[in-house]
């Protein structure tokens, strides 16, 4: 059974720093894309940013709200997607999400097939 | 960055009844478009990929069609089950962006 479980969130000042994890268990991590969306209280999703699996490059591509800011990365052996947020803001606060992906090629036939069930980070002083 | 335009943003409907949303991308996006079912305080599920390709699990009922820049959802007999909000996303290219979302309520 493919499973996504995000975990690091919590409550932080503005400006400050904070790593969100997604451990994955039931499908062959490395030959996945995975990717990041959120979504801020009352409102819609937005896609973060991804990781491309290190047979596409392992690159990594940004939403412009977060670019320089965010980073992701990956860590095949150990099955975990990472997400580390810099310099926070307060309209920063959200439920995280981390989905897979499927790619082949250039693009992502079968975006965001299984999702965790989400993490919240709140950014507030 | 390419905008998807959904709509109606919010619609009331009985059970059984046969439900149409739309989806509009800025740009042609070929088939890749993906639409999703999010119930409150819950994630996201796929429901179709490229287009028109029904995800394992989910009931025939749901069904998309289009390609290009014009896309539709349709649910066939609406079901109980079936109340939530329903978000179209392109993966032609980054940044993926959705539709601001399509609230489907009990009549």
């Known amino acids: 059974e493919v499973q996504l479980v995000e975990s690091g969130g919590g409550l932080v000042q503005p400006g400050r720093s904070l790593r969100l994890s997604c451990t994955a268990s039931?499908?062959?991590?490395?030959?996945?894309?995975m990717s990041w969306f959120r979504q801020a209280p009352g409102k819609g999703l937005e896609w973060v940013g991804f990781?491309?699996?290190?047979?596409?490059?392992?690159?990594?591509d940004y939403g412009a709200s977060v670019k320089g800011r965010f980073t992701i990365s990956r860590d095949d052996s150990k099955t975990i997607a990472y997400l580390q947020m810099n310099s926070l803001k307060t309209e920063d606060t959200a439920v995280y999400y981390c989905?897979?992906?499927?790619?082949?090629?250039?693009?992502?036939?079968?975006?965001?097939?299984?999702w965790g069930q989400g993490t919240l980070v709140t950014v507030s002083s | 960055d390419i905008q998807m335009t959904q709509s109606p943003s919010s619609l009331s409907a009985s059970v059984g009844d046969r439900v149409t949303i739309t989806c509009r991308a800025s740009?042609?996006?070929?088939?890749?478009l993906s639409w999703y079912q999010q119930k409150p305080g819950k994630a996201p599920k796929l429901l179709i990929y490229?287009?028109?390709s029904l995800q394992s699990g989910v009931p025939s009922r749901f069904s998309g069609s289009g390609s290009g820049t014009d896309f539709t959802l349709t649910i066939s007999s609406l079901q109980p089950e079936d109340f939530a909000t329903y978000y179209c996303?392109?993966?032609?290219?980054?940044?993926?962006?959705f539709g601001q979302g399509t609230k489907v309520e009990i009549k």
């Open positions: 989905t897979r992906d499927y790619c082949s090629g250039g693009s992502c036939p079968i975006p965001s097939d299984y």
């Open positions: 039931g499908f062959i991590f490395r030959d996945y894309a």
């Open positions: 990781i491309r699996s290190k047979a596409y490059g392992g690159t990594t």
């Open positions: 996303q392109q993966s032609y290219s980054t940044p993926r962006t």
């Open positions: 740009q042609s996006i070929s088939s890749y």
């Open positions: 490229t287009a028109s």
